[in-house]
């Protein structure tokens, strides 16, 4: 179903915000993403709500961290039930290895599906000289294909992956190899401060399996119709 291809970043700082969101947006929504800014606001209680409201949770987290640690923060993270999770594929094989080991440790027992572990490749904010600057010598497409290779090797379930990105990645990864793609934008919606984007139809058609949409569904007028529309967008192609 179209509708469980969405999910809309709770871009808010509060619990309280995040609530009303949820409540708006329930009868056309049923992914949300928490980011940093909301977790470390509210922590696991916003996984909590949404839970409630039989809604699933993408934890945007993008740990990055010695292995045992993230292994530890990511087994947390599926003993909360959350949907999906992510971690810096840049924090190498040990790293990632011991994040998808600790997944399916934390989700045993659990009634619920263990999460779909995502990798994230090379930060969209980055550019050839950034990398540069940290060490990599390589053009961006390059290392985001290595990192994206590396991601599936080591046992992760996909890799989040801006509309640019999910060609390259589908032809060096396997077709069930999951793509979440953020900064999506319907054409009648503001770019804000995204700049090479993508339409929720162009992503999906590029082999996106998921979209992340936050603020033209969040900051619009009617955010319910706002998704809607969307949807249907996509449903009409
Ligand atoms: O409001 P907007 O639709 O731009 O929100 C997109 C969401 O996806 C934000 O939560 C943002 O942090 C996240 N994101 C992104 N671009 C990336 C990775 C994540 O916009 N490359």
Redesign the pocket.
């Known amino acids: 179903m179209i509708k469980d291809r969405l999910i809309v970043?709770l871009?808010v700082p509060s619990l309280k915000e995040a609530e009303k969101l949820v409540k708006t947006l329930s009868p056309a929504v049923n992914i949300f993403?928490v980011?940093k800014e909301l977790f470390t606001s509210a922590g696991p209680d916003v996984v909590k709500m949404i839970h409630a409201k039989k809604k699933k949770v993408f934890l945007?987290l993008k740990f990055h961290d010695i292995p045992n640690t993230v292994g530890s923060a990511c087994e947390a993270a599926a003993k909360l039930g959350v949907f999906m999770l992510n971690v810096h594929v840049s924090g190498g094989r040990a790293m990632l290895y011991a994040a998808a080991q600790s997944v399916a440790k934390g989700s045993r027992g659990r009634k619920t599906k263990a999460p779909i572990l995502l990798g994230?490749t090379v930060?969209?904010?980055m550019t050839e000289e950034d990398l540069k600057e940290t060490g990599v010598k390589k053009k961006v497409q390059d290392q985001v294909r290595d990192l994206a290779k590396l991601a599936q090797n080591c046992g992760l379930d996909g890799v989040?992956?801006?509309g640019q990105e999910i060609e390259l990645i589908r032809k060096a990864t396997s077709p069930s190899f999951i793509i979440v793609t953020?900064?999506?934008?319907p054409l009648w919606a503001a770019h804000?401060?995204?700049k090479r984007i993508v339409t929720p139809v162009q992503a999906m058609q590029k082999g996106a399996h998921f979209i992340?949409?936050?603020?033209?569904?969040?900051?619009s007028t009617d955010p319910c119709k706002a998704a809607r529309d969307i949807l249907e967008e996509i449903n009409r192609q």
């Open positions: 970043a871009d993403k980011g945007d994230v930060l969209t904010s989040v992956a801006s953020p900064g999506v934008r804000g401060d995204q992340v949409v936050g603020r033209p569904i969040t900051q």
